[in-house]
Protein backbone atom coordinates (compact mmCIF):
# COMPACT_ATOMS: atom_id res chain seq x y z
CA UNK A 1 0.00 0.00 0.00
CA UNK A 2 1.36 3.40 -0.68
CA UNK A 3 2.47 5.49 1.87
CA UNK A 4 2.22 9.50 2.60
CA UNK A 5 3.89 11.06 5.35
CA UNK A 6 3.50 14.55 6.45
CA UNK A 7 6.93 16.06 8.45
CA UNK A 8 5.95 18.57 10.13
CA UNK A 9 9.76 19.59 11.33
CA UNK A 10 9.87 22.71 13.76
CA UNK A 11 6.93 23.57 13.18
CA UNK A 12 2.84 24.02 15.15
CA UNK A 13 2.74 24.47 18.68
CA UNK A 14 0.44 21.88 20.26
CA UNK A 15 -2.83 24.15 19.68
CA UNK A 16 -2.51 24.49 16.11
CA UNK A 17 -1.06 20.94 15.73
CA UNK A 18 -4.64 19.93 17.38
CA UNK A 19 -6.29 22.31 14.91
CA UNK A 20 -4.74 20.95 11.93
CA UNK A 21 -5.21 17.35 12.66
CA UNK A 22 -9.18 18.12 13.32
CA UNK A 23 -8.91 19.44 10.18
CA UNK A 24 -7.49 16.66 8.25
CA UNK A 25 -9.91 14.40 9.94
CA UNK A 26 -12.93 15.62 8.21
CA UNK A 27 -11.52 15.15 5.17
CA UNK A 28 -11.26 11.77 3.11
CA UNK A 29 -8.13 10.09 3.31
CA UNK A 30 -7.54 6.92 1.76
CA UNK A 31 -4.23 5.26 1.86
CA UNK A 32 -1.59 4.85 5.01
CA UNK A 33 -0.99 8.63 6.10
CA UNK A 34 1.22 9.22 8.80
CA UNK A 35 1.92 12.40 10.42
CA UNK A 36 5.27 13.23 12.13
CA UNK A 37 4.25 16.32 14.37
CA UNK A 38 7.40 17.58 16.54
CA UNK A 39 7.65 16.11 20.03
CA UNK A 40 6.09 18.78 22.16
CA UNK A 41 2.70 17.83 19.94
CA UNK A 42 2.91 13.98 20.03
CA UNK A 43 0.53 13.42 23.19
CA UNK A 44 -1.67 15.80 22.11
CA UNK A 45 -1.92 14.70 18.40
CA UNK A 46 -2.03 11.15 19.12
CA UNK A 47 -4.76 11.67 21.67
CA UNK A 48 -6.54 13.38 18.56
CA UNK A 49 -5.63 10.60 16.33
CA UNK A 50 -7.34 7.99 18.36
CA UNK A 51 -10.03 6.32 16.10
CA UNK A 52 -8.61 7.41 13.14
CA UNK A 53 -6.64 5.70 10.65
CA UNK A 54 -3.85 8.31 10.33
CA UNK A 55 -1.00 7.14 11.83
CA UNK A 56 1.39 8.71 14.18
CA UNK A 57 5.00 9.06 13.61
CA UNK A 58 8.43 11.24 15.02
CA UNK A 59 10.82 12.94 13.60
CA UNK A 60 14.16 11.30 15.51
CA UNK A 61 15.00 9.31 18.14
CA UNK A 62 17.81 8.79 20.64
CA UNK A 63 18.95 4.93 20.08
CA UNK A 64 19.67 4.37 23.72
CA UNK A 65 16.29 3.00 25.97
CA UNK A 66 16.54 5.66 28.39
CA UNK A 67 19.56 7.20 30.35
CA UNK A 68 21.74 10.49 30.73
CA UNK A 69 21.02 11.98 27.05
CA UNK A 70 20.06 15.49 28.19
CA UNK A 71 17.54 16.85 25.64
CA UNK A 72 16.68 13.75 23.92
CA UNK A 73 13.84 11.29 23.18
CA UNK A 74 13.49 8.05 23.68
CA UNK A 75 12.20 5.27 21.18
CA UNK A 76 10.29 4.03 24.26
CA UNK A 77 8.65 7.34 25.15
CA UNK A 78 7.15 7.12 21.38
CA UNK A 79 6.10 3.70 22.07
CA UNK A 80 4.08 5.31 24.68
CA UNK A 81 2.64 7.34 22.65
CA UNK A 82 1.43 5.18 19.66
CA UNK A 83 4.03 6.20 17.21
CA UNK A 84 4.08 3.87 14.29
CA UNK A 85 7.29 5.23 12.39
CA UNK A 86 10.38 7.40 12.84
CA UNK A 87 11.87 9.37 10.20
CA UNK A 88 15.43 8.48 10.41
CA UNK A 89 18.50 10.45 8.78
CA UNK A 90 16.92 13.14 7.69
CA UNK A 91 19.19 15.53 5.39
CA UNK A 92 18.07 18.35 7.96
CA UNK A 93 19.77 15.58 10.79
CA UNK A 94 22.41 15.20 9.10
CA UNK A 95 23.95 18.67 8.09
CA UNK A 96 22.54 20.83 11.38
CA UNK A 97 22.85 18.03 14.08
CA UNK A 98 25.98 16.19 12.50
CA UNK A 99 24.02 13.00 12.73
CA UNK A 100 26.40 10.33 10.97
CA UNK A 101 25.48 6.40 8.62
CA UNK A 102 27.16 5.34 11.76
CA UNK A 103 24.68 6.93 14.19
CA UNK A 104 21.24 6.49 12.23
CA UNK A 105 22.25 2.70 11.76
CA UNK A 106 22.39 2.32 15.65
CA UNK A 107 19.25 4.18 15.48
CA UNK A 108 17.78 1.71 13.22
CA UNK A 109 18.79 -1.37 15.24
CA UNK A 110 16.91 0.12 17.85
CA UNK A 111 13.53 1.12 16.13
CA UNK A 112 13.68 -1.98 14.87
CA UNK A 113 14.36 -4.04 18.05
CA UNK A 114 11.03 -1.67 19.88
CA UNK A 115 8.89 -2.31 16.74
CA UNK A 116 8.64 1.04 15.20
CA UNK A 117 9.11 1.72 11.77
CA UNK A 118 11.93 3.31 10.09
CA UNK A 119 11.48 5.72 7.76
CA UNK A 120 14.90 5.99 6.60
CA UNK A 121 15.77 9.12 4.42
CA UNK A 122 18.82 9.25 1.99
CA UNK A 123 19.95 11.70 -1.04
CA UNK A 124 22.62 13.41 -2.71
CA UNK A 125 23.52 17.10 -2.61
CA UNK A 126 23.50 19.22 -5.58
CA UNK A 127 27.83 19.33 -5.66
CA UNK A 128 27.57 14.96 -5.49
CA UNK A 129 25.00 15.00 -8.13
CA UNK A 130 26.71 17.65 -10.59
CA UNK A 131 29.86 15.57 -10.56
CA UNK A 132 28.37 12.33 -11.01
CA UNK A 133 28.15 10.72 -8.19
CA UNK A 134 24.16 10.80 -6.97
CA UNK A 135 23.89 7.01 -7.22
CA UNK A 136 27.17 6.00 -5.22
CA UNK A 137 26.23 8.53 -2.34
CA UNK A 138 23.09 6.86 -1.85
CA UNK A 139 24.43 3.15 -2.06
CA UNK A 140 27.24 4.08 0.47
CA UNK A 141 24.68 5.84 2.62
CA UNK A 142 21.91 2.35 2.19
CA UNK A 143 24.98 0.13 2.92
CA UNK A 144 25.70 2.27 6.35
CA UNK A 145 22.87 2.99 7.64
CA UNK A 146 21.46 -0.70 6.68
CA UNK A 147 24.07 -2.64 7.99
CA UNK A 148 23.43 -5.88 9.93
CA UNK A 149 19.92 -5.68 9.27
CA UNK A 150 18.55 -9.15 8.99
CA UNK A 151 16.94 -9.78 5.79
CA UNK A 152 13.11 -11.22 7.01
CA UNK A 153 13.08 -6.88 8.77
CA UNK A 154 13.85 -4.59 5.29
CA UNK A 155 10.00 -4.96 4.14
CA UNK A 156 9.42 -3.49 7.92
CA UNK A 157 11.11 -0.04 6.42
CA UNK A 158 10.09 3.04 4.02
CA UNK A 159 13.25 4.24 2.48
CA UNK A 160 12.37 8.11 1.45
CA UNK A 161 15.08 8.99 -1.38
CA UNK A 162 15.08 13.21 -0.57
CA UNK A 163 17.88 14.68 -2.73
CA UNK A 164 19.82 17.22 -0.30
CA UNK A 165 18.78 20.09 -3.59
CA UNK A 166 14.96 19.35 -3.27
CA UNK A 167 14.35 19.84 0.24
CA UNK A 168 12.69 23.05 0.58
CA UNK A 169 13.79 24.84 -2.48
CA UNK A 170 10.60 24.44 -4.45
CA UNK A 171 13.17 22.52 -6.83
CA UNK A 172 11.37 19.54 -7.32
CA UNK A 173 13.87 16.43 -9.04
CA UNK A 174 12.11 14.98 -12.51
CA UNK A 175 9.83 12.37 -11.97
CA UNK A 176 11.98 10.71 -14.95
CA UNK A 177 14.65 11.01 -12.41
CA UNK A 178 13.25 10.14 -8.82
CA UNK A 179 12.39 7.02 -10.76
CA UNK A 180 15.63 6.31 -12.19
CA UNK A 181 16.99 6.48 -8.20
CA UNK A 182 13.88 4.40 -6.97
CA UNK A 183 14.81 1.44 -9.46
CA UNK A 184 18.64 1.81 -8.74
CA UNK A 185 17.46 1.92 -4.81
CA UNK A 186 15.29 -1.34 -5.45
CA UNK A 187 17.87 -3.08 -7.22
CA UNK A 188 20.63 -2.70 -4.61
CA UNK A 189 18.10 -4.14 -1.93
CA UNK A 190 17.06 -6.31 -3.95
CA UNK A 191 20.61 -7.82 -4.24
CA UNK A 192 21.59 -7.04 -0.70
CA UNK A 193 18.42 -8.76 0.80
CA UNK A 194 16.66 -10.52 -1.87
CA UNK A 195 13.25 -11.21 -2.52
CA UNK A 196 11.97 -9.49 0.60
CA UNK A 197 12.89 -6.06 -0.63
CA UNK A 198 9.79 -6.18 -3.08
CA UNK A 199 7.76 -5.33 -0.27
CA UNK A 200 9.89 -2.12 0.91
CA UNK A 201 8.45 1.32 0.04
CA UNK A 202 10.50 3.81 -1.22
CA UNK A 203 9.03 7.37 -1.29
CA UNK A 204 10.27 10.85 -2.45
CA UNK A 205 10.63 14.04 -0.74
CA UNK A 206 11.76 16.95 -1.41
CA UNK A 207 9.30 20.07 -2.94
CA UNK A 208 6.48 17.93 -2.78
CA UNK A 209 3.29 19.94 -3.90
CA UNK A 210 -0.11 19.23 -4.93
CA UNK A 211 0.82 20.17 -8.62
CA UNK A 212 3.65 18.18 -9.04
CA UNK A 213 2.48 14.77 -7.22
CA UNK A 214 0.81 13.77 -10.38
CA UNK A 215 3.47 13.56 -12.56
CA UNK A 216 5.28 11.94 -9.94
CA UNK A 217 3.29 9.34 -8.72
CA UNK A 218 3.13 8.01 -12.06
CA UNK A 219 5.98 6.62 -11.90
CA UNK A 220 6.63 2.84 -11.53
CA UNK A 221 8.59 2.44 -8.50
CA UNK A 222 7.46 5.27 -6.75
CA UNK A 223 5.43 4.42 -3.63
CA UNK A 224 4.52 7.45 -1.78
CA UNK A 225 5.80 10.65 -0.74
CA UNK A 226 7.18 12.44 2.27
CA UNK A 227 5.82 15.89 2.32
CA UNK A 228 7.73 18.63 4.49
CA UNK A 229 6.05 22.91 3.23
CA UNK A 230 2.94 21.14 1.79
CA UNK A 231 1.69 18.96 5.28
CA UNK A 232 1.44 22.11 6.73
CA UNK A 233 -1.58 22.86 5.48
CA UNK A 234 -4.87 20.51 5.28
CA UNK A 235 -6.00 22.02 1.96
CA UNK A 236 -2.51 20.58 0.23
CA UNK A 237 -1.80 17.99 1.77
CA UNK A 238 -5.19 16.12 1.45
CA UNK A 239 -4.76 17.28 -2.20
CA UNK A 240 -1.52 15.68 -2.35
CA UNK A 241 -2.99 12.26 -0.19
CA UNK A 242 -6.12 12.06 -2.69
CA UNK A 243 -3.56 11.74 -5.74
CA UNK A 244 -2.60 8.30 -4.17
P1 LIG B 1 9.80 19.78 1.64
O1 LIG B 1 10.48 18.83 2.73
O2 LIG B 1 8.57 19.06 1.14
O3 LIG B 1 9.44 21.05 2.40
O4 LIG B 1 10.79 20.01 0.57
C1 LIG B 1 10.54 17.45 2.57
C2 LIG B 1 11.33 16.84 3.69
O5 LIG B 1 12.35 17.40 4.08
O6 LIG B 1 10.98 15.77 4.23
Avoid at 45 to 69: C, P, R, T, W
Wanted: proline fraction near 3%; include cysteine; glycine fraction near 6%.
Amino acid sequence: MRIIIGNWKMNKTGREAVKLVSALKKRKLGNEVVLCPPFTSLFLVSKELKNSKIKLGAQNMHYAEDGAFTGEISPRMLKELNCKYVILGHSERRIHFSETDDIINRKVHTALEKKIRPVLCIGENLKERKIGRAKSVVKKQLQNCLRDVKKKDISYFVIAYEPVWAIGTGKTAKPEQVQEMHSFIREFLLKMFGNAARNVRIVYGGSVTPKNIKDLISMKDIDGALVGGASLKADSFAKIVQFF
